[in-house]
């Protein structure tokens, strides 16, 4: 699934359930010494995920620590992001020289918790959220948004080293086969930075493209960024 939103220079890997046999190298384990167990368990098949998406590199599978804000602390020279919610754990990750970063996330196909949505919208995302709350609602729109934002934040950290707030960002999502009988729905949304983005190959970066899939219950969502003086990979595509 998550590969499908991932141009071919990214390795993605992702588990539908946790195996209870799975072992962490010692100093990952040591970030889980007074962890509950649904922690513990999300925690423990991400980081496998994200081992195997190392291995898909041709790289040897390494700890991988919380750097700053809690963000994976990934091996010189790779880029990835890892994500985890309730029936599914992932990670993707790819060369510096092929892309600059990836965000990805993972939710539940489900409206969001009460008082979430108005606390992530700006006043730009109200007309359309509320058009494709009205008129598809096989899609969690409102869901999949907090979803994008995500993507977005995690994309954006490993770039600027700042934070980016909900309302930093105006995203316009494009409902793609959503308004069709297509199963699995997919598509692309943009992000409009509403704060000073970081200076990348001489310009200064604005905006994230980002592509998403509701399938299985889930909403994922991936943003990735090419390096600027480079060709932009289209995301591969999805197996018949």
């Not at 195996?19 to 889980?32: M, Q, R, T």
Request: proline share 9%; charged share 20%.
């Amino acid at each position: 699934m998550l590969a499908s939103l991932l141009p071919d220079a990214a390795v993605a890997v992702e588990a539908f359930e946790d195996d209870p046999n799975a072992v962490l190298f010692p100093e990952e384990a040591a970030l889980l010494a007074r962890a509950v167990d649904k922690r513990r368990r999300e925690f423990t098949t991400a980081r496998i995920c994200a081992h195997r998406a190392l291995s898909g590199l041709g790289l040897p599978p390494v700890p991988i620590l919380s750097g700053d804000r809690g963000a994976p602390h990934w091996p010189d020279g790779v880029v990835g992001s890892i994500t985890h919610c309730a029936g599914y754990r992932a990670a993707a990750v790819a060369l510096a020289g092929r892309l600059r970063t990836i965000g990805i996330d993972a939710e539940p196909n489900e409206p969001n918790p009460q008082g979430v949505t108005a606390q992530i919208t700006v006043p730009a995302e109200e007309g359309w959220l509320a058009t494709l709350t009205r008129t598809l609602p096989t899609v969690h729109w409102d869901r999949l948004l907090f979803s994008a934002k995500e993507s977005v934040y995690k994309a954006w950290f490993p770039l600027a080293q700042r934070w980016l707030g909900f309302e930093d960002a105006a995203l316009t999502i494009d409902p793609g086969t959503a308004a069709t009988t297509a199963t699995p729905a997919r598509g692309t949304f943009t992000a409009k930075l509403l704060v000073t983005g970081p200076t990348l190959d001489g310009g200064e970066l604005t905006g994230f493209d980002g592509h998403w899939l509701a399938d299985r219950g889930l909403l994922l969502t991936a943003v990735t960024v090419p390096h600027l003086d480079g060709t932009p990979v289209p995301p591969a595509q999805a197996a018949p």
